[in-house]
């Protein structure tokens, strides 16, 4: 059974780190691109970070840029986003996907359904940031 688990989430003060991990099971990681999306309370989810098979990042959010970054460990069969100085909006579900058919990070959308959405996606984990 192909399946993504996201963990740790948590509660953070503004401005402190947390590392989101997005191990795979049933699948390897090695040739798919991994994004990570989120959503806020009463928002539309939205991209974050892509990374690609090769290991190429693309950033889907302005409001990230130099805060966050995404990495890949093949041998864990794990994706990881570093999250830092993080703000209270950055507060959220946080979710990772992954995709085989290898497009660049800027064909896929938010969307769970294909052309544009990414196929597989895990359940999430929910990151709180307040004082």
Known sequence: ???????????????????LSCAASGFTLDDYVIGW???APG????????ISSGGGSTNY??????RFTISRDNAK????????SLKPEDTGVYYCAAD???FPCTYYSSSTDR????????????VTVSS
């Open 1 to 19: 059974q192909l399946q993504l688990v996201e963990s740790g989430g948590g509660l953070v003060q503004p401005g402190g780190s947390l590392r």
């Open 37 to 39: 999306f989120r959503q």
């Open 43 to 50: 928002k539309e989810r939205e991209g974050v970070l892509c």
């Open 61 to 66: 959010a302005d409001s990230v840029k130099g």
């Open 77 to 84: 069969n794990t994706v990881y986003l570093q999250m830092n």
């Open 100 to 102: 085989a058919r290898d």
């Open 115 to 126: 052309p544009y959405g990414m196929d597989y996606w895990g359940k999430g984990t929910l």
